[in-house]
């Protein structure tokens, strides 16, 4: 019943900036923590970023701290992602999820066993 369809990838020129956004529809009955995975070509996927319902705890993989900004609007049921001074390396399908049971920081062990899932954005990046 609830649904994620991200928006806002493309091409982008290293050094650069692009915003994600990942709407959520449906019947939203539980207060979920949502975030951002990503996969490269011929990689597995992986952790990027994650929010708490409130917004009031964040979370990043290493490889992304300091560029990337996630948010969220529960008004529009809405959460972004701000990939900001991007490089080659962060080319991917990013893929946005939501689960109402996991604390944030256990959210890179989870995988695919989050409640839901997106059908993802392409992001490249040009050298």
């Known amino acids: 019943q609830v649904q994620l369809v991200e928006s806002g990838g493309g091409l982008v020129q290293a050094g650069g900036s692009l915003r994600l956004s990942c709407a959520a529809s449906g019947r939203t009955f539980s207060r979920y923590t949502m975030g951002w995975f990503r996969q490269a070509p011929g990689k597995e996927r992986e952790f990027v970023a994650a929010?708490?319902?409130?917004?009031?705890?964040?979370y990043y993989a290493d490889s992304v701290k300091g560029r990337f900004t996630i948010s969220r609007d529960n008004g529009k049921n809405t959460v972004y992602l701000q990939m900001s001074t991007v490089k080659p390396e962060d080319t991917a399908v990013y893929y946005c999820?939501?689960?109402?049971?996991?604390?944030?920081?256990?959210?890179?062990?989870?995988?695919?066993?989050?409640?839901?899932w997106g059908q993802g954005t392409l992001v490249t990046v040009s050298s």
């Open positions: 929010i708490t319902w409130s917004g009031g705890t964040t």
């Open positions: 999820a939501a689960d109402s049971r996991f604390l944030v920081r256990t959210w890179p062990i989870r995988g695919s066993n989050l409640e839901i």
